[in-house]
């Protein structure tokens, strides 16, 4: 069984400075691994995604991931926060070979003026 | 290009009785997949229709049931509601079998709500 686990519920930042989201995954065979946005009473937007090509994966927004397999894991960073960044983010994974999604439990980014 | 759509927007329904969820994939995709997700919440994958047939599911009872028509938009039907299926129902639509792909795109949900 494939799962992930988010660090932290929520993760307050000042408008400008670097955003860190921790991920970590657990998968018996080589991961498919994502971030996903949510803005209030809205549904989910992709950010990025690692498909077993660079480690380092930039999305959408400023956002970026990098997959460490020898920490399995997959944080999402920011250098500079924007008001606009506020929202819940959740990091996902899926075996390559279906195509469920397992989500994590989310966290919620506030960024401070 | 029309983006994944679900109808109603809001739903409110009494313990015990039935509703049905609609989805509609984004276009040239042919695989939709439902997820329940809770307040508070990660969603939590119900289960995925591809050729019209359940390909996959998650750990829902029989109360959950699904169906797919040829132009691949979906339905959700739970049956016996009880105060705990209230939730946002998303949907997500994906191509099946491309290669590296696995990328589902949702949409902007279902809220049900149960009294």
């Known amino acids: 069984a494939q799962s992930v686990t988010q660090l932290g ?7 400008g400075a670097l955003v860190l989201l921790r991920c ?3 998968s018996s065979v080589p991961p498919y691994l994502f971030w996903y946005v949510q803005y209030p009473n809205q549904g989910l ?3 990025l995604k690692y498909t077993s090509a660079a480690t380092l994966v930039k999305g959408i927004n400023g956002f970026e991931a990098e997959f460490k397999k020898s920490e399995t894991s997959f ?4 250098p500079s926060a924007h008001m ?6 959740f990091c996902a994974v899926s075996d390559p070979g279906y ?5 994590g439990t989310g966290t919620k980014l506030q960024v401070i003026p | 290009d029309a983006g994944v759509t679900q109808s109603p927007t ?3 329904k009494t313990r015990g009785q039935q509703v049905t969820l609609r989805c509609s994939p984004k276009s040239g995709h042919d695989t939709v997949s439902w997820y329940q997700q809770a307040l508070g919440q990660g969603p939590q994958f119900i289960f995925q229709y591809y050729e019209e047939e359940e390909r996959q599911r998650g750990n829902f009872p029989d109360r959950f049931s699904g169906h797919q028509y040829p132009n691949y938009s979906s339905e959700l039907n739970v049956n016996a509601l009880l105060l705990g299926d209230s939730a946002l129902y998303l949907c997500a639509s994906s191509l099946f079998g491309t290669a590296g792909a696995q990328t589902q795109y949702f949409g902007p949900g279902t809220r ?4």
Request: hydrophobic share 40%; charged share 15%; net charge negative.
């Open chain 1, 84 to 89: 606009s960044d506020a929202a819940e983010y």
């Open chain 1, 24 to 26: 970590n995954y657990s």
């Open chain 1, 9 to 15: 519920s929520h993760v307050s930042v000042s408008e």
């Open chain 1, 75 to 78: 944080h999402l960073t920011k």
């Open chain 1, 45 to 47: 937007q992709l950010l």
């Open chain 2, 10 to 12: 809001h739903l409110i």
């Open chain 1, 99 to 103: 195509q469920k999604v397992t989500f």
């Open chain 2, 112 to 115: 049900l709500t149960v009294l």
